[in-house]
């Protein structure tokens, strides 16, 4: 079976541009959720769909925004980058709930901001 | 709100030695609690994962954690550390059950030594 597939890997663009990142998920898994990992803040949850629909958001600008088709692929979208926006973006999916289905995660899209 | 706290950003130990990863939770109601670790250029994988049905839970690569609810605790262990285990480490807590929301502690580095 196939893991979470992050593409791409790296990005470089500069202040002001705008970036889309693609996750697909594992085959079957309906949820997909984004994180923000930074040397200084850690791990940080962006959102999480589940079947096309965005159930849960963290504490993130109006900048940062998500969509879930309905073959459960996910693509999150920053607009208007800063210095800042540089981290390394995963995706994680599971069937529903971690309880009973763990979150799988990608290895991440590496963005860096100049 | 859930959240988590892991003590020591960095721990070192030899190989063969144990291994003890520190974390401490916060929660209002019976918290889901998960450990994590990340290799370089990677995305994380589960370890082991505490669901309330024993305060003893075992996971992957010879790793265990015990459930404390009186020291609020879920510190995590190894007899005996290898040198593949060098990664970076984090513990997490389910912020509602019905989702797959996991807010992370800022992770602790364990570097193994020969």
């Known amino acids: 079976k196939a893991g979470v597939t992050q593409t791409p890997r790296y990005l470089i663009k500069t202040r002001g541009q705008q970036v889309t990142l693609s996750c697909s998920p594992i085959?079957?898994?309906?949820?997909v959720s984004w994180y923000q990992q930074t040397p200084g803040q850690g791990l940080q949850f962006l959102f999480e769909?589940?079947?096309?629909?965005?159930?849960n958001k963290g504490n993130f600008p109006g900048r940062f925004s998500g969509r879930q088709f309905s073959n459960s692929r996910s693509e999150m979208n920053v607009s208007t980058l800063e210095l800042g926006d540089s981290a390394l973006y995963l995706c994680?999916?599971?069937?529903?709930?971690?309880?009973?289905?763990?979150?799988?995660f990608g290895n991440g899209t590496r963005l860096t901001v100049t | 709100a859930q959240s988590v706290t892991q003590l020591g950003s960095h721990v070192s130990v030899s190989e063969g030695a144990l291994v003890l990863l520190r974390c401490n939770y916060s929660s209002s109601v019976p918290p889901y609690l998960f450990w994590y670790v990340q290799y370089p250029n990677q995305g994380l994988q589960l370890l082991l994962k505490y669901t309330s049905a024993a305060t003893l839970v075992k996971g992957i690569n010879g790793f265990e954690a015990e459930f404390k609810k009186s020291e609020t605790s879920f510190h995590l262990t190894k007899p005996s550390a290898h040198m593949s285990d060098a990664a970076e480490y984090f513990c997490a807590v389910l912020l509602n059950s019905g989702y797959s929301t996991l807010t992370f502690g800022k992770g602790t580095m364990l570097l193994v030594s020969p």
């Open positions: 085959s079957g898994h309906r949820s």
């Open positions: 769909y589940f079947s096309e629909t965005q159930r």
């Open positions: 994680a999916s599971s069937l529903g709930s971690v309880i009973n289905s763990p979150l799988h």
